[in-house]
């Protein structure tokens, strides 16, 4: 497996742009000499929740379009390419074909003749994981045999950043992830459970749509921002290496990224000597990426600040301070709308609807943040409780 990250340049998203920018990092890498007119290919994009491109939450149609392209050059055959993900919400056919729409992937999927995947169909696959000994996942994602995730680079009030190796939480369906945030509240064991889920699938590469990413409070809730690049790797976590020294964020604060340096999988820090291609494009944005507000002002709202740094004695009371010293999610009413996708995407079922505002129990509450993830009006703030206030 190569360990290069290959980098090309792409300001905007124009077939003429995004087809060579896809078709030299294709060029670069070296798996895709296995392309042939048999090989399952299954596309892994973003496709959150229900959002136009302009948005930056999904990922972008161009990239879909430029990449199905590169595969046919290789003389993929289109009825062997199959494009699917599950949204954060339930997993049914009807919202996964609205979001196919919504985010233009349906258009580009039906001009080239491929499938867009909403027959919602799962597979148990045992895995002998650190965290995970069995993953449900979509039946294409586990009949495939070369995978190619297409990520789109954005921050995560969670995780710190979301790209290649998140991306993949994707393959799970629907509520099922509500129940792997239910299972793994800590988040070590949660970036554990992530990277089981690479080594269960061993994606062959991975390019990460930076053209525009999202800053701030994302994966949904953040700014659009241009960065004008595409970044390549057979290498995942070191792809994600690379993308979390783009926005500035430790990646050892990101709980897969520790996760995946534990096992080895990765440094625990971006090398520049592993850039390729384009290397000149890969510079540090300025002014620098926002990052979450639960990752602002050195903490990452939750756990940063425990492990070694304390007695092993005093670790309960350091981690019972830091819950409650860390954000939570609180409802603003008057931009709440009543629609429950809170509620429902919730893994503690601590979300009520009354009198059509959401509201919030909060000594069930793990701080997963999916209910900021997954609300579309934007009606869920990320704030830190004042300790003496307690
Ligand atoms: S907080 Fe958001 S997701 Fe929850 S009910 Fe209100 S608008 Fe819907
Ligand atoms: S209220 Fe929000 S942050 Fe808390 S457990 Fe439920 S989904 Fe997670």
């Given at each position: 497996m190569s360990k290069t990250v290959f980098v090309q340049r792409a300001d905007r998203y124009d077939p003429e742009v995004c087809g060579p920018a896809v078709e030299a990092l294709f060029a670069a890498l070296?798996?895709?000499?296995?392309?042939?007119?048999?090989t399952k290919i299954l596309l892994k994009p973003n496709?959150?929740?229900?959002?136009?491109?302009?948005?930056?939450?999904t990922t972008h149609p161009e990239i879909l379009r430029a990449v199905i392209q590169a595969c046919k050059r290789r003389g993929a055959k289109p009825e062997n390419i199959t494009v699917a993900d599950s949204a954060g919400g339930v997993y049914t056919p009807a919202v996964m074909q609205a979001i196919y729409r919504t985010s233009g992937l349906a258009e580009v999927c039906a001009a080239e003749g491929v499938l867009a995947y909403s027959a919602c169909e799962t597979v148990e696959v045992d895995t002998a994981g650190q965290a995970a000994q069995q993953f449900e996942l979509l039946r294409p994602v586990a009949e495939a045999d070369f995978i190619i995730d297409l990520p789109k680079l954005k921050t995560h009030v969670m995780t710190g950043l979301t790209a290649a190796c998140k991306n993949l939480f994707g393959t799970i369906p629907g509520l099922k992830k509500a129940e792997w945030h239910m299972r793994f509240p800590d988040r070590e064991r949660f970036g554990e459970m992530l990277i089981d889920l690479l080594e269960l699938l061993r994606p062959k590469m991975a390019i990460l749509d930076g053209v525009m990413g999202m800053e701030g409070n994302g994966p949904s809730g953040g700014q659009p921002r241009a960065l004008g690049l595409l970044l390549a790797s057979e290498d995942l976590p070191g792809l994600d290496l690379a993308a979390a020294y783009l926005i500035g964020?430790?990646?050892?604060?990101a709980p897969y990224l520790a996760a995946a340096h534990r096992r080895g999988l990765c440094e625990e820090r971006f090398d520049p000597a592993c850039l390729g291609g384009d290397k000149e494009a890969f510079r540090l944005p300025e002014p620098a990426w926002k990052l979450p507000d639960s990752y602002a002002d050195g903490g990452e709202g939750s756990t940063d600040f425990a492990d070694t740094r304390f007695p092993a004695a005093i670790q309960p009371a350091i981690r019972a301070l830091e819950r409650s010293m860390a954000p939570r999610p609180v409802i603003q009413k008057d931009k709440c709308i009543g629609c429950g996708k809170c509620a429902e995407i919730c893994p503690q079922h601590t979300i009520r609807i009354v009198d059509k505002k959401a509201r919030i129990r909060y000594g069930d509450c793990i701080r997963c943040f999916c209910c900021h993830e997954m609300c579309p009006a934007k009606a869920i703030e990320l704030r830190k409780k004042k300790i003496f206030s307690l």
């Open positions: 070296p798996c895709t000499a296995e392309i042939g007119p048999e496709l959150l929740t229900r959002a136009v491109p302009e948005q930056a939450v964020l430790d990646p050892m604060r």
